[in-house]
């Protein structure tokens, strides 16, 4: 038997966690769910020597480490290779809600042997909780995952190298201000799943597809993310006709290799009344005088969507 089965054997005989055990909680999540929490590694007193106890409080010290929960199906833990294979991706997600940005952390885990890619987000602005999980992330030789099925306690415990490289991540982090907790929720709601995060192999898919949803964002309405203007012949549309325009706009998704070859959701055509109208998103940096050189960038580029009649170029 290995060491960590062991550990969880001797632990699953001390007395049942409270009700409010993180554990418990997580446990009754769906499989394929993933999240992350603080451990304490080194006890202060034999007396609450458990295995990896969980903290959920603030002003934590150096005693604490993050630690990385999967759920797995039930019986699933122990039928995996007897050394799994995980491999991990970082990246950060920026975006803009409203006036705020927000610059959330997502891990990614595979696990050989099964069917799920486990997304944890790390909010570095999440109340006040001491040391930074970056900075403890940035400092550790490995990372620690614990495997949950349908119990209150993990079934196996998983340590891989930490190849990621978090001073990288944290200065991208750290490179837009504070937000809050409500943002931070909000950028989760409307992310990539785990799926489309792990299918970006290069930094410039990375990028086309960053700027694709960043227009789709912007064309859809949030004017945060820059300004709408049109030529005179739409202008000189009634009001009415002119919301009914823009709602073909926002409602236009035919995008193919042909009209959108990079795949960025830039330009399209829509019909109305007959009439055959084309809208286009430039790119332009703050001052609103030079093309932006970072469309991936909403601290760098304000977007200009722009309608005219097909007619009118």
């Known amino acids: 038997m ?6 969880l054997n001797q632990h699953k005989q001390l007395p049942e966690p409270q009700q409010n055990d993180f554990f418990k909680i997580f446990s009754q999540s769906p499989i394929g769910t993933s999240t992350w929490n603080w451990i304490l590694t080194r006890p202060r007193s034999e007396k609450s020597k458990i295995f990896l ?11 604490y480490e993050p630690l990385f929960l999967l759920k797995l199906p039930s019986g699933k833990s122990w039928d995996l290779e007897s050394s799994v294979k995980v491999t991990a ?22 696990l050989s ?41 993990p079934e196996r415990l998983i340590k891989i190298d930490n190849q990621i490289d978090w001073s990288c991540l944290k200065a991208k982090v750290e490179s837009v201000k504070s937000w809050d ?3 931070f929720n909000t950028v989760k709601s409307i992310a990539h799943s785990a799926q489309e995060l792990w299918n970006r192999t290069t930094e410039e898919e990375v990028k086309e597809t960053t700027i694709a949803k960043l227009n789709d964002r912007f064309r859809n309405g949030d ?3 820059g300004e709408y203007r049109m030529s005179r012949q739409v202008l000189a549309l009634p009001r009415k ?29 829509v019909t109305m009344d007959g009439v055959e109208y084309i809208w286009k998103i430039d790119y332009l940096d703050t001052s609103m005088i030079m093309l932006s050189d970072a469309p991936e960038d909403i601290n760098k580029t304000t977007r200009v969507l722009l309608v005219i009649r097909a007619d009118e170029r």
């Open 113 to 153: 042997g099964n069917d799920y890619i486990y997304q944890v987000w790390i909010n570095h602005y999440g109340g006040d909780m001491l040391p930074s999980p970056l900075d403890k992330l940035g400092k550790m030789p490995y990372l620690t995952l614990l495997l949950i099925e349908d119990k209150s306690q």
């Open 181 to 183: 907790l409500a943002a």
């Open 223 to 225: 004017k945060s993310l």
């Open 53 to 63: 106890p969980l903290s959920t409080g603030a002003g934590l010290t150096t005693d």
């Open 89 to 110: 991706k970082a990246g950060v997600f920026i975006t803009k809600v409203g006036s705020i940005s927000v610059a959330p952390l997502y891990v990614l885990f595979q």
């Open 241 to 269: 006709k002119q919301k009914e325009l823009f709602k073909e706009i926002q409602d236009f998704s035919d995008f193919t290799s042909e009209n959108d070859p990079k795949g960025q959701h830039e330009m399209g055509r």
């Open 2 to 7: 290995s060491r960590n089965k062991q550990l």
